[in-house]
């Protein structure tokens, strides 16, 4: 089976540097990926991480560790329309594209 | 990016009657869509993938004859809820894309009363 644990949830402030952390246990893995999801709304895609390192988008990076299998979601220059619950998703099954989700993060940006 | 909608949005019903959820891609084809539930205030959990011209797979404690799959095209999934009850009151998120990147629908609010 698979098991993706985060923090509940997390409380920073406007214009500050938040990380958001992911640990896993699957079967098998085949990539890390983070979405954003607002109350009532869809998940958003953030980003993908198959490899060991860092990927940055703009003011989102991610960054992976097969090894310690981990990985975490970091956001810069907070904004407040960034309070939204996070999820990390693992892919775990070769040729398959659904997704197992994390017990999800929810960030709260105060001013 | 690609777009999926779902129809409808939100649902209102009586226990005991079913329910038929629609998932389309609008912009591109799909061989293999996702069906997820989601609680208040949890996380998403993969119901079943959805196959094109083929049945579904479902993930272990689904029941497959009550959550009822259709994948007739390549950009139309259905899900029926069959003799729903109040437990079966959730968030439905449909999503399809490829291994990069999902795109999930608007979702649907199904309510059983």
């Not at chain 2, 891609?25 to 094109?52: G, I």
Request: one cysteine or more; aromatic letters at 12%.
């Amino acid at each position: 089976g698979q098991s993706l644990e985060q923090p509940s949830e997390v409380t920073a402030v406007e214009g500050a540097i938040v990380q958001i952390n992911c640990t896993y246990q699957t079967s098998g893995f085949y990539g890390l990926s983070w979405y954003q999801q607002h109350d009532g709304g869809a998940p958003t895609f953030l980003s993908y991480n198959a490899l060991d390192g860092l990927e940055e988008t703009g003011r989102f990076s991610s960054f992976l560790s097969r090894s310690d299998s981990y990985g975490y979601l970091l956001l810069q220059e907070l904004q407040m329309k960034d309070s939204a619950s996070y999820f990390c998703a693992v892919r775990s099954r070769t040729g398959a594209n659904n997704l197992f989700f994390g017990t999800g993060t929810r960030l709260t940006v105060i001013p | 990016g690609a777009v999926v909608s779902q129809h409808p949005s939100w649902v209102i019903c009586k226990s005991g009657t079913s329910v038929k959820i629609e998932c389309r891609s609008l912009d591109f084809q799909a061989t293999t869509m996702f069906w997820y539930r989601q609680f208040p205030k949890q996380s998403l959990m993969l119901m079943a993938t959805s196959n094109e011209g083929s049945k579904a797979t479902y993930e272990q404690g689904v029941e497959k004859d009550k959550f009822l799959i259709n994948h007739a095209s390549l950009t139309l999934s259905t899900l029926t809820v069959t003799s729903a009850h109040p437990e079966d009151s959730s968030f439905y998120i449909c999503s399809a894309g490829d291994v990069y990147e999902q795109y999930f629908g608007p979702g649907t609010r199904l309510t059983v009363t």
